[in-house]
């Protein structure tokens, strides 16, 4: 999985990350540590859950932010956390 996304333009790389924060598998570049990396997007992933259920929403399936430098995509699969961080100034193919 993460071999195949990391040939989408404008990809620099992607973690798997555990419901527990723990790093499941990565190819990010050597200047992102998986483990901050991780643990900062769980933690993004399961405040902004807790905000969807208070709006009466089941089930946040990505989320997407934009930066300066392009976008962190977060994503949950069932049997972890996708996080994918891109260069690009474009979403669509990531999506």
């Known amino acids: 999985l993460l071999n195949h996304i990391s040939t989408l333009p404008g990809v620099l790389g992607s973690c798997i990350v ?9 190819n990010l570049p050597q200047e992102y540590d998986p483990e901050t990396i991780g643990a ?8 902004t859950t807790t905000t969807i259920r208070k709006m009466s929403h089941n089930h946040l399936h990505q989320l997407v932010a934009c930066t300066e430098y392009g976008f962190l995509i977060v994503a949950d699969f069932g049997g972890g956390i996708l996080v994918t961080v891109s260069n690009a100034n474009q979403t669509e193919q990531l999506i």
Do not use: E, Q, R, W
Not at 18 to 26: L, Q, R, S
């Open 18 to 26: 555990g419901h527990d924060g723990i790093p499941i598998a990565n």
């Open 40 to 47: 900062t997007s769980l933690g993004i992933y399961f405040n």
